[in-house]
Structures are given as structure tokens and as C-alpha cells.
């Protein structure tokens, strides 16, 4: 067996894992609020995209709605990222042999990879295009890109249960 298949029986049987994994209510509890993380901060996250692409809230400086909208979307994915580890830990034995869990991961880290690029690259130099209609290629990139992965990360997310 492989190192990462035995740290996944151990999350499996533990104690907490067991618990969650059993509770009538708990289970439902965390996987709804990983949802609604995910609803909160994907869907806020396609305004500010959709405004990086010119296609959304043209009026607004782009500064302006990354700032409105960031302390929320990062709020959001504190708690999609805090259920998701739980429900990886209840359920971790029979989400690895699943084929689309590999493929969610791999959107998650193209996604964290995207924001990487924007936050220390294409947003570095926002002040001078900030207030324009339609933002520099660069930024139009980043903001599909995003639109896309997250997307990709939804869906797969939502094929989990299905494709296991």
C-alpha cells in the first residue's frame, strides 16, 4: 500500500473521522456548509472575474470591486477549505480510488495557480488600468481563466458521488 492510501485509512478510521462519517447530523451540517462556502465564494468570485474580463460592472473600477468583494470571497473559501478537509477526513478512503477527485485537486491548484499570477503579476500595475472599461489582455486572461477553473472545480466537485 502506498503512504498516501495508509494516511487515508488512518483519517478514515479515526475517531473523528468515524463520527463525522456516522453522525445523523453532523455529516450533512459540515457538507452544507461546504457547499454554501463554495456558492459564497465562487459566486462572488465570478462577479469580480467577469469584471476582470469588461464584461460586468464596467462603471466600477476594478480596484474598487476586488476590494468590496475580497474580504467575502476569502471568507468564503476559509470555509469551503476548513468542510472540505473534514469531509476528506470522513470519507478519505473512499474518495482517493475515486477518478474525478485527482481531477477536482488538479483544478483546485490550477486555480490557486491563476490567482498566484494575477495577485503578484497582473495585478501589480491595476492602478493605471483600473478605472478602463475593458482591462489589459493580462487581466482579461486571468479573469476567464478563473471563471473557467472554478467552474471545472464545481463540477467536478458535484460528479464526485456520481462517478465513485
Known amino acids: 500500500m ?3 492510501h495508509d494516511f487515508a485509512q488512518l483519517l ?3 475517531d473523528f473521522g468515524t463520527a463525522l462519517r456516522e453522525s445523523q447530523y453532523a455529516f450533512p451540517v ?14 462572488l468570485l465570478a462577479f469580480a472575474d467577469l469584471r476582470l474580463a469588461g464584461v460586468l460592472l464596467r462603471d466600477e473600477p476594478v480596484l474598487h470591486v476586488l476590494g468590496q468583494l475580497r474580504p467575502f470571497i476569502l471568507g468564503g473559501f476559509a470555509i ?31 486555480a490557486g495557480v491563476n490567482f ?9 500595475g491595476a ?36 462517478l465513485g
Open 2 to 4: 502506498s503512504i498516501l
Open 12 to 14: 478514515y478510521d479515526s
Open 116 to 124: 498566484l499570477w494575477f495577485e503578484f503579476g497582473v495585478a501589480r
Open 80 to 110: 469551503t477549505f476548513a468542510t472540505g478537509v473534514m469531509l476528506f477526513w470522513a470519507m478519505s478512503i473512499k474518495l482517493l480510488p475515486n477518478p474525478i477527485f485527482p481531477v477536482k485537486l488538479i483544478f483546485i491548484l490550477l
Open 30 to 43: 459540515v457538507e452544507g456548509a461546504h457547499l454554501l462556502g463554495l456558492a459564497f465564494s465562487v459566486g
Open 127 to 162: 492602478a493605471e488600468w483600473s478605472d478602463c472599461p475593458v482591462p489589459p489582455v493580462r487581466a482579461r486572461v486571468a479573469g476567464w481563466t478563473s471563471l473557467v477553473l472554478w467552474s471545472a472545480v464545481v463540477i467536478s466537485g458535484r460528479l464526485i458521488p456520481y
